[in-house]
């Protein structure tokens, strides 16, 4: 059985005016330990989508299970990290990396030493008592993905988590999460509308169509590229092709008379 | 000479440069203190304004020795006192209180609104002779008044800013599936802290009207007793001297309300 799977997803937001469909006939299986890519233009329900399979939002139809469970109920397995850090800035980052089990009430010494160990392999040592504001946006983001992995979810969910970033920063970051997620064993869908992102951090991209969303295209990524670390990816020479055919895919879907 | 003692001297210069500035704010702060009331004074004694209505500060000063010695000035301002801090912090937690559980049930928030509305643009002092009815011309009236007036306002403005915290602060501890009162302890509340603390500095001015006026009402004693006793018997040294007195107690609420401020809010800055 799939780790993750989506049967048949449909989504339609309401207002007083209109009843807009965010998402339509989504299907699709994630196998444990996958690094899959949501890419798509904005608009195409990408984040919908998340929130749905994070649990936080109910789809208008459909099913997703976690391991043959209802995600609903195993919303604990799930992590999930936003464009933004959203480190609660009144809270000292250890506060801020402790609060996963502060909420579920198994904070204990144990887990504050997994929490700990896990800042400092993230090269954060010594900054637990300082606060959010003291910390540059990479640092911030790098104790957000310690706040989402201090928990150990076994799906975590990437929601365009560099786009805040200045490039070389964001390249940094894709090596170190990309590596932290392989070492782990984590199964991981990055949502973004970067397609050198896509192509050097996972091993399927989905490729999304707007209006409603639907899942236009499925990459499979060759092997060559998923062992190499994002950076590497990014210069290898199976890359350039791979962009292109995204690229005209992508194109593809913009609207003729968009330029 | 080398670079860094460059940089040193240059920090040591600009250091002096604040500390010059600072001094010059102080000055002219004395500066305008003095002239207020030595012009008062001047002006009173040359009879350019009436003395009889404007008193002058070495009678309200007099007045306030007298005062202390005897004994009455504490006795009114004790009870002036209580009764403000007592207003304040009822109507403050009553208004927080009220802001927490229309942010728990939007469906109460949506029915409460017109009431709010109204409650909020209606005169709340006008509500006094009711009160001063309803629970006896006592303590317990003023005190109510001095929370009336503040409670309505605390609760709009705190369930505004309840609202408008980042909703994805709310989906961080979603997913971490937090229960709605954990999302309202660990987010909505403390990011709403500045808010309410900016409330609180304008409660404090709220609180003395109600207060005062509550006095001027039921006319037994307090600082707002002084005031209209004052002002009966035309002795407006009394009403000055109240006056003052109100204006440095409401100043020093006012700055521990701000020291609050700094205990509470922390994020490293």
Known sequence: MDFLSLQEIHHTYFTKTSATTALSDISLEIGE????????????????LLSI??????????????????????SKNIGYMLQQDYLFPWKTIEENILLGFKIDGSLNDSNRDYALTLLEKMGLKGVEKQYPKQLSGGMRQRVALVRTL?????????????????????????????????????????????????????????????????????FIMPDELREATPFNARNHEAYSSIFQTVWKELESLEPANKH | MNPQTNIEQGHRRYLQSLKREKKWVRFYQLIIFLVFFSGWEIASRLQWIDPLIFSSPSKVWELFLAKVQDGTLFVDLSYTLFETIFGFILGTVLGTLLAAILWWSPLLSKIADPYLVVLNSMPKVALGPILIVALGPSFTSIVAMGAIISIIITTIVVYTSFKE?????????????????????????????PVIISTLKVNVGLSWVGVIV???????????????????VFNFTLVMLSLLVIAVCATIMYQLVELLERKLIKNGS
């Open chain 1, 150 to 218: 201090a928990t150990e979810p076994k799906l975590l969910m990437l929601d365009e988590p560099f786009s805040a970033l200045d490039y070389q920063t964001k390249l940094k970051l894709e090596d170190l999460v990309s590596n932290t997620l392989k070492s782990f064993g984590k199964t991981a869908i990055l949502v973004t509308h970067d397609i050198g992102e896509a192509i050097a951090m996972s091993d399927r991209i989905f490729l999304f169509s707007s209006s409603p969303g639907q899942i236009h295209k499925t």
């Open chain 1, 33 to 48: 330990g996958e690094f899959v890519s949501f890419l798509g233009p904005s608009g195409c329900g990408k984040t919908t």
């Open chain 2, 214 to 232: 509550g006095e001027f009402l039921v006319a037994s004693k307090g600082l707002g007793y002084m005031i209209i006793y004052g002002f009966q």
């Open chain 2, 165 to 193: 915290v980042d909703p994805n602060y709310i989906k961080v501890l979603q997913t971490f599936g937090a229960t709605r009162f954990q999302i309202f302890k660990e987010a909505i509340l403390p990011a709403s802290f």
């Open chain 1, 53 to 74: 399979i994070a649990g936080l939002l109910e789809p208008t139809a459909g099913a997703i299970t976690l391991e043959g469970k209802d995600v609903q109920e195993a």
